[in-house]
């Protein structure tokens, strides 16, 4: 018998913000570089795999507390963050004084957490910082099909407003590029054989496209979830 493709937990973060007051929302894509193996070149969201210490109690211990029903996601919660923070410098995390921790103060920091010569985890917990988890608003999970490459996932999909003090800045060893779009625009440049995206990545444009603002998808998202089972 052929032996089952190993199936990874990952997640990925849809941060979104208007680009005006009244609209249009937009969304962060960021660019895979064309040497990875697996979706060489797409554009996708920040995310990626479950590392074992998402799913610490200690890092379990600084995060917000308002998570009901979706504890079970908890680790997940914390990967997207981690992730967000790796690939485009966006931490959603708060101080001591419940201020946004600013980001471009610990540059040499996020380059060491991605070289692996620094733990995201332990750092959090070292400067007593609060992950805030609840802002993350869980929107479904798909599942990579098998592939010649051998990489599937299993990919809970979460959606968050970006604050406003908080901007994006791609490091290069994560992802070649990133950027802020419309869901129409993302869908426009795919069409034209401008970008290239995996159906979750579609779906969701699709599916935000028929907002106006990130109030708007936020609230109806709320009430609709999950969007995939």
Known sequence: MENEQEIRQA????????????????????????TMTFLPGYYVYPGGALEPQDFGKSIASRCTKACTIEDQFLAHRVAAIRECYEEIGVLLARDSHGEWVEDMMYEDVRNRIIQGAESFHEWVI??????????????????????????????????????????????????????????????????????????????????????????????YTRKNIPLWN
Not at 19 to 34: A, D, N, Y
Not at 126 to 136: C, H, P
Request: glycine share 6%.
């Open 126 to 219: 070292r400067n007593g910082w609060t992950l805030e988890v609840d802002v993350l608003l869980y929107v479904g999970c798909r599942v990579t099909p098998k592939n010649p490459t051998n990489r599937r996932f299993e990919t809970r999909f979460f959606m968050a407003r970006i604050p406003r003090s908080k901007v994006p800045k791609v490091n290069e060893r994560e992802v070649i590029e990133g950027m802020w779009l419309t869901p129409q625009e993302a869908l426009q440049a795919y069409a034209q054989g401008l970008m290239k995206m995996a159906p979750p990545t579609l779906d969701s444009l699709r599916y935000l496209s028929r907002f106006r603002t990130v109030d708007e998808a936020l609230k």
């Open 11 to 34: 997640s990925t973060l849809i941060l979104m913000r208007d680009r005006q007051e009244g609209g249009p929302c937009e969304v962060f894509v960021t660019k895979r570089p064309e």
